[in-house]
């Protein structure tokens, strides 16, 4: 009896000790189960954001507003045809256009499938409201009416500076590859048109030759310098202004074939609005006379005829600004 209540004490620090060292363990075995757990919970919540970003609208703010549009919007109606020539870049469907004027080498919106939408100028509201847009994309034409617009859908309106051609475009495009979730095409093609555009930049600087640019309409002529819709010609190409007092203005300034010779620029860009708007007269034509047949830039043949559909109503657009280029890098 004696010896047993000697060993039972010991027993119980045995036990104790034991009972202890399991539960100082636990945490230890546990240690590393909440870190692991805690990885799994960051990536499943950044994967939800990354869902969330993907699906969430998307807020456009621009110089007429701001417009809070849907993400990969299904019923898009556009009276740009420099967006309308980005979105069927990026394989985008739209459903309306005005399509009095629509640029040949965006023919493929002439289909009936493709709701007529008004003009450049008059939009039909009527029809617009008809087919319940998601959104709506506008350029400086439409700008007059652009509440009547925000009326009916979210309306964006995209905004191409002479000043900044290449900033504009670039800005443009990334809004419409975040709204369409096509920011991976955007930057592809938007790296195709940098290098050309610095192709042509270094064989026009490195001859640091000077043009004008000139718009034929139907046997008048008016001239475009810096800064004017048609700056992409100084600010990008390269070009040195022949003229650097030409005034900014959207029909550009009034110059008879005299002025030309008196400059005698070392290139001559021609843009016919004819071949757009509709005359009688094409550039070609009124360009064939005996003053501007004493020009450098007929003798040396750098008088350029420019694609007017691209230059004069579809600026901006990604297969419209490699066309502008190319225009330019062929007549060099």
């Not at 475009?224 to 010609?233: A, D, L, M, P, Q």
């Not at 040195?240 to 010779?261: C, Q, R």
Request: aromatic share 8%; proline share 4%.
């Amino acid at each position: 009896m004696i010896k047993r209540k000697r060993l039972l004490p010991s027993l119980l620090l045995i036990i104790a000790m034991l009972v202890l060292t399991a539960c100082g363990s636990t945490p230890a075995e546990n240690d590393n189960q909440p870190e692991d757990q805690n990885v799994g919970n960051v990536e499943n919540l950044e994967d939800t954001e990354n869902a969330n970003e993907a699906t969430s609208p998307v807020t456009v703010s621009h110089k007429l507003g701001e417009a809070v549009v849907p993400r990969n919007p299904e019923r898009v109606v556009v009276f740009d045809y420099a967006t309308l020539d980005s979105l069927d870049s990026m394989g985008i469907e739209v459903i309306g256009l005005p399509k009095s004027n629509v640029p040949d080498f965006l023919d493929k919106f002439k289909d009936d499938k493709y709701e007529n939408i008004g003009t450049l100028f008059e939009p039909d509201f009527e029809k617009i409201y008809e087919l319940n847009p998601d959104v709506i994309f506008i350029s400086g034409r439409q700008a007059e009416v652009y509440e009547d617009l925000e009326e009916i859908a979210p309306t964006v309106y995209f905004d191409v500076d002479g000043v900044d051609y290449m900033g504009s475009v670039e800005n443009n495009l990334e809004t419409l590859g975040e709204i369409f979730n096509k920011q991976d095409v955007v930057q592809e093609e938007l790296g195709k048109i940098s290098e050309k555009m610095d192709e042509l930049n270094e064989k026009v600087t490195a001859g640091g030759k000077n043009a004008l640019i000139v718009m034929a309409n139907d046997g008048s002529i008016s001239a475009y310098g810096e800064g004017s819709r048609f700056g992409i010609v100084h600010a990008d190409f390269g070009f040195v202004p022949v003229d650097k007092n030409i005034e900014v203005a959207n029909h550009g300034n009034s110059i008879t074939f005299e002025y030309i010779l008196e400059k005698n620029p070392d290139y001559i860009l021609v843009i016919d609005r004819a071949a757009v708007a509709g005359g009688s007269v094409s550039a070609k034509q009124l360009f064939d006379n005996d003053i501007l047949k004493q020009t450098e830039a007929y003798e040396n043949g750098n008088i350029i005829y420019l694609s007017s559909h691209e230059w004069y109503v579809a600026s901006g657009g990604i297969n419209g600004t490699m066309t502008m280029i190319e225009d330019v890098l062929s007549g060099l």
